[in-house]
T-cell receptor, first 113, second 114 residues
Framework: DQQVKQNSPSLSVQEGRISILNCDYT??????FLWYKKYPAEGPTFLIS?????DKNEDGRFTVFLNKSAKHLSLHIVPSQPGDSAVYFC????????????FGKGTLLTVNP | KAGVTQTPRYLIKTRGQQVTLSCSPI?????VSWYQQTPGQGLQFLFE???????NKGNFPGRFSGRQFSNSRSEMNVSTLELGDSALYLC?????????????FGEGSRLTVL
């Protein structure tokens, strides 16, 4: 049973446009959500996170939105740059198990020049 | 600060053998987690250690085990290897306290089981 789902295996956007990556979760105990980015032959790197007490968190070009009622979160990248091309993983954790992350299967983002 | 270091980076084993993977966390980090990444299942949590104690455990069989030493370095062991154990094994470290769960990953150890 996949508790964190990224239904789009891949996404292609033009440089300068907005990239929107989506993630759904089923476990209502999750209260902290993170996005990681992964380049080939490297480990994932932390990008941005959001607590369940918020509905939006922004860091430069990256914004994460959380809709708890829909159990849905999204990552917006504006403007998209070719260097953003990578696999993006959505992850979630619950209180008391903060360091046990449940990951989605990832979305490959390709930003075309 | 040096990042998370995993050794070996690549290894090939045959079915039935065992393997030990090593992870050196970022200096000062007391929590070490292990994840298995496969094309079909994505990143799956194996276990997490904090101050030499296993604090969280994923849904993997007992063939998968780990430990953490007093200097926070960690090892994981897989015994009686199966073909399905072929994967990228990722180690991640964090301070281990607080509510962020932000992890710093190593580059992984790619295990191939023949």
């Amino acid at each position: 049973d996949q508790q964190v789902k990224q239904n789009s295996p891949s996404l292609s956007v033009q440089e300068g446009r907005i990239s929107i990556l989506n993630c759904d979760y089923t476990n209502s105990m999750f209260d902290y959500f993170l996005w990681y980015k992964k380049y080939p032959a490297e480990g994932p790197t932390f990008l941005i996170s959001i607590s369940s007490i918020k509905d939006k968190n922004e860091d430069g070009r990256f914004t994460v939105f959380l809709n708890k009622s829909a159990k849905h979160l999204s990552l917006h990248i504006v403007p998209s740059q070719p260097g953003d091309s990578a696999v993006y993983f959505c992850a979630a954790s619950s209180q008391g198990s903060n360091y046990k992350l449940t990951f989605g299967k990832g979305t490959l983002l390709t930003v075309n020049p | 600060k040096a990042g998370v270091t995993q050794t070996p980076r690549y290894l090939i084993k045959t079915r039935g053998q065992q393997v030990t993977l090593s992870c050196s966390p970022i200096s000062g980090h007391r929590s070490v987690s292990w994840y298995q990444q496969t094309p079909g299942q994505g990143l799956q949590f194996l276990f997490e250690y904090f101050s030499e104690t296993q604090r969280n455990k994923g849904n993997f069989p007992g063939r998968f085990s780990g430990r953490q030493f007093s200097n926070s370095r960690s090892e994981m062991n897989v015994s009686t290897l199966e073909l399905g154990d072929s994967a990228l094994y990722l180690c991640a470290s964090s301070e281990g306290q607080g509510n962020t769960g932000e992890l710093f990953f190593g580059e992984g150890s790619r295990l191939t089981v023949l």
